[in-house]
């Protein structure tokens, strides 16, 4: 089976991959990169709709991020996300 020199993603060292897909130098790099991956994760909830941001920087308070989302709605998806009634866009008032 083929070697293949790759750099790992989170610490840059070079390492022997047997496996193609292998992005990480060691299983310490890998959970620490997933912990890093957790903690810059942040989530706004507007009624039904809950958005994830990934990789953010710590600088961004929640109150930035949720005016993003806000400023993204439009009044008929606020419509929707806030009623009671199962999600159907595109609905006909008749
Ligand atoms: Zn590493």
């Known amino acids: 089976m083929a070697v293949v020199k ?3 993603i ?3 060292a070079t ?3 047997k496996n193609s897909r ?3 130098c060691s299983a310490a790099c890998k959970s620490q ?3 890093i991956r957790k903690v810059t994760e942040r989530r706004v909830v507007v009624g039904r709709l809950e ?3 990934r990789d953010v920087n710590p600088n961004t308070t929640q109150e930035m991020l949720e005016q993003m989302v806000h400023d993204a709605l439009t009044p008929e998806i606020l419509k929707v ?3 009671d009634k199962p999600i159907q ?3 006909s008032h008749a």
Do not use: K
Request: glycine share 12%; charged share 15%; net charge neutral.
């Open 81 to 83: 996300i806030h009623s």
């Open 22 to 24: 292998g992005v990480y």
């Open 33 to 35: 990169h997933h912990r």
């Open 10 to 12: 989170h610490c840059g």
């Open 89 to 91: 866009l595109g609905e």
């Open 6 to 8: 790759r750099n790992c």
């Open 51 to 53: 958005v994830v941001f």
């Open 15 to 17: 390492f022997d991959s």
